[in-house]
């Protein structure tokens, strides 16, 4: 198809799921919902258990419980489920007499329910194939819900001739179909695959008992003229015979039983900064990594849906979502490899830019030594600066200077500092770094069009290999969890990888 | 997909080129018609800023559209006749000058250095001289680095359709130069090549918009690398700036021209930047509605979102 004609066609079919909407083929699952019952029962049980005993069955629990929706390829080729029935077993006979005879009763159930769970196969999986078996190969689209899910149902699907792909594939590979079947409930894709489709027609297949139906709104919608409203059509399929057990007294929240990373309260004490500390989240990343993301401006991230020459983005550091897939670098960070490479394009003045940068941001450092952050603030702010949740970020040696341009002459003006040359200088280096970072940001672009976007989004992490110098080796990583607390760290730790098995039960 | 054959004349049309077929969709027209209603609303808001947020399937095509309704709505500047421009000038000054097409010579635009003038020769001493009336416009410039000099493009179906072919040596001459594009200068540039239309006939978009480039002798439109915009859109001269895509829809709280209209695409998952622009609406902005004060509807497939800010 050429351009214009793929232009075309999503407008066309967005227009048209607008008019027609998607169906919902719940599918009746008594052996799922046995499951889901007996992991609602042991979250609602351990709720006021603290301590993280419980972190590891819970993260198993919800695993599988996961699986089951996501893969409900037949047993026989499904490891995933096996196996994430057999990590519920051991992580639960690992607390056997750790817990009380309330908690072991529930604990029983839930592997009980495990354990049926892998004897037949899951029913969501009859149900895709009849549908899938209607159509031919060509005509539609088994849509997966992560790279993992992909693999499963590629491998079960794949050989008889269907087509596995998850939504970035999808509009990577520009791939239209005339259906589309998703496999688990509209929350757990992107608002894309509604609200911009590729395919002309839609169905979610997932279980009758997943508690959250709702599809993904558009971002604009609420207020926007011509909003995307896709309508819903409910289809109840498969074994609605058994009466199920309603478990109405505990009603848990979708997003508590979804596979999510387990923080702990850090025990300090919230304190000024010292000078080489920075306020930091730590972020689980695929792989085994983590990192902490300070609030320095952005970021570098992938987004593999987009062509070669276009996946490379500056995000918002306070933009980081889980299912980012940022840009890393074992060792050095990019920040300071590009205050490097910044200092070296100005040659002869570097210098004096290095002598001017200490003298501006010493001299923040003493005020803020001397009256504390508040003071300090509170005396900015009467001088006429606007930004001051970045007063303490400014004294950082790489952070060429504030990004207003108002702010920074009333701050140097009230440091008592020459405007001239240290404005001059500053925002020449500021030039400089943003050179180099546009040549390292077409370095990257190079590097991830050649790279395989489908292993990054199977696997969820990959290792890019670029040619320049001090930015060897970068790895793109999907996030896996964000934490809730900000915690005070060094800032020669932010932005680096660091080995981190916490996200074992997220991938 | 060929390009959908509709019986409605009334639709313009698309190309990615000079031969391909074209596609006759509403949407195109709409797009255009939005540049031209936020261009006259504008007008009768002079102390307001107007953002219209359009979220599309996909990005392409969508700015350069609303870009091409921007410039139909812009008046053509009124230049003195040849002649009288020339009799002022001052000895070496930079000009802008567009010509006639005489038999196989095409008109050109270019721009140069004036020395003198002979009325009585009928000559005009700039670059290697011209005969005066083979001169359709002069104009004096600020500064000129290199002389330049092109084909000047003659006005197409469109431009006729939206009276531009009118003082269309003026256009080109004095060109407007209110309009700023900001986005990945790749697929700007891929969505520059395209050709707007009606019927069979089309025009180049890149005619219209006329974007600036290091060898271009006329320009309207500056282009902005989204990833350069850390220092804002600089000239006072803007009037309109077109944000395609979320890496330069990030910005839109720096930017204070009188229209902004920010593109996003609906294919990206990551949903920071819409939320970032409804936030900005809920803080600073008053609603706009586009139905009654643009008298503009958003064709099936695009959401929009119009609110006011004040400059």
């Known amino acids: ?507 | 997909m060929q390009g959908t054959q509709r019986n409605s004349p009334t639709y313009l049309t698309l190309a990615e080129d000079a031969a391909q077929p074209a596609l006759a969709e509403d949407w195109i027209g709409k797009f255009v018609m939005l540049g031209r209603m936020a261009a006259l609303w504008s007008r009768e808001h002079p102390e307001s800023q107007l953002v219209v947020a359009l979220s599309v399937p996909v990005r392409d095509f969508a700015a350069v559209l609303v870009g091409c309704g921007w410039m139909s709505a812009s008046a053509a500047p009124f230049i003195p006749p040849v002649v009288d421009v020339l009799e002022t000038l001052p000895r070496h000054a930079p000009v802008r000058v567009v010509t006639q097409s005489r038999g196989g010579t095409p008109s050109r635009v270019f721009t140069e250095r004036f020395h003198a003038i002979d009325i009585e020769k009928n000559r005009a001493g700039i670059g290697w001289g011209w005969q005066i009336d083979k001169l359709r416009a002069v104009v004096p410039l600020k500064g000129i680095d290199t002389a330049r000099s092109q084909l000047a493009p003659e006005p197409g179906v469109f431009s006729k359709l939206t009276g531009m072919q009118k003082d269309w040596a003026a256009r080109l001459c004095s060109p407007p130069q209110d309009l700023a594009l900001v986005g990945t200068l790749k697929a700007l540039s891929e969505d520059l090549t395209a050709y707007i239309g009606r019927g069979n006939e089309r025009e180049p978009i890149a005619n219209i918009l006329l974007p600036e480039h290091p060898r271009a002798a006329t320009w309207s439109t500056r282009i902005y690398p989204a990833n350069q915009l850390d220092v804002g859109l600089q000239s006072a001269d803007l009037r309109a700036a077109l944000l395609d895509g979320a890496s330069a829809v990030k910005y839109l709280p720096t930017i204070a021209t009188p229209v902004v209209i920010a593109v996003l695409d609906r294919s990206v998952a990551d949903v920071s930047v819409p939320e970032q622009v409804m936030n900005y609406r809920n803080t600073r902005g008053e609603p706009v509605s586009l139905e009654h004060d643009l008298r503009w509807k958003p064709p099936a497939g695009v959401e929009a979102l119009g609110f006011e800010v004040p400059l």
Not at chain 1, 193 to 207: G, H, Q, S, W, Y
Not at chain 1, 224 to 240: N, Y
């Open chain 1, 1 to 507: 198809m050429s351009r214009l004609g793929i232009v075309a066609a999503r407008y066309a079919r967005s227009a048209r799921l607008v008019r027609c909407g998607v169906g919902l083929d719940l599918v009746g699952d008594p052996t799922g919902a046995r499951v889901n019952a007996a992991v609602q029962e042991v979250l609602v049980l351990g709720r006021d258990n603290t301590s993280g005993l419980l972190d590891d069955v819970l993260g198993a629990a919800k695993a599988l419980r996961w699986r089951l929706i996501t893969q409900p390829q037949p047993v026989e080729c499904n490891p995933a489920l096996r196996q994430a029935a057999a990590d519920v077993e051991a992580e639960a006979d690992r607390l056997h007499a750790a817990v009380g005879p309330q908690m072991k009763g529930v604990l029983d159930e839930l592997v009980a329910s495990a354990q049926a769970a892998v004897v037949a196969d899951p029913i969501a999986g009859d149900v895709l194939l009849k549908l899938v078996q209607e159509k031919t190969p060509r005509t539609c689209v088994i849509i997966a819900a992560s790279g993992p899910a992909g693999a499963g149902l590629e491998s079960w699907l794949g050989p008889m001739g269907f087509q596995v792909k998850i939504v970035g594939q999808l509009i990577r590979e520009q791939l239209f179909v005339e259906s589309g079947y998703a496999v688990g409930p509209p929350r757990f894709f992107p608002a894309s695959v509604t609200n911009a489709p590729m395919t002309e027609k839609l169905d979610f297949i997932f279980p009758v008992w997943f508690g959250d139906r709702s599809l993904q709104q558009s971002t604009l919608a609420p207020h926007a003229e011509g909003a995307i409203v896709v309508p819903v059509t409910d289809f109840l399929t498969g074994d609605l015979g058994e009466p199920r057990k309603t478990s109405t007294e505990h009603s848990v929240d979708e997003t508590e039983l979804l596979p999510q990373a387990h923080w702990i309260t850090p025990s300090t004490q919230p304190r000024e900064l010292a000078p080489d500390e920075v306020a930091a989240r730590r972020v689980l990343l695929s792989g085994g990594y983590s990192t902490w993301l300070d609030d320095g401006e952005w970021i570098r991230a992938v987004d593999p849906s987009q062509p070669g020459g276009r996946r490379v983005l500056n995000v918002d550091v306070k933009a980081v979502r889980v299912g980012i897939y940022l840009l890393l670098r074992h060792g050095e960070t990019e920040r300071s490899a590009l205050y490097k490479a910044a200092l070296e394009l100005m040659g002869s003045q570097a210098a004096a830019v290095i002598a001017s940068q200490t003298q501006w941001k010493s001299a923040l450092q003493a005020q803020l030594d001397r009256l504390g952050r508040a003071g300090v603030v509170r005396e900015l702010a009467a001088a006429g600066v606007g930004t001051l949740d970045r007063v303490v970020a400014w004294t950082e040696p790489m952070l060429a200077r504030p990004r207003s341009d108002q702010d920074f002459e009333r701050l140097l003006e009230w440091l008592g500092i020459d405007v001239y040359p240290a404005y001059e200088l500053a925002t020449a280096l500021r030039r400089k770094r943003a050179q180099a970072s546009v040549k390292i940001g077409d370095q990257l672009e190079e590097a991830v069009a050649a790279a395989d976007m489908s292993l990054l989004e199977r696997s969820g992490h990959l290792r890019l290999e670029l040619e320049s110098k001090g930015f060897r080796s970068v790895f793109a990583t999907r996030v896996l969890g964000i934490s809730p607390y900000v915690e005070i760290i060094s800032r020669h730790e932010t932005r680096i990888l660091s080995r981190d098995r916490s996200a074992k039960w997220l991938e």
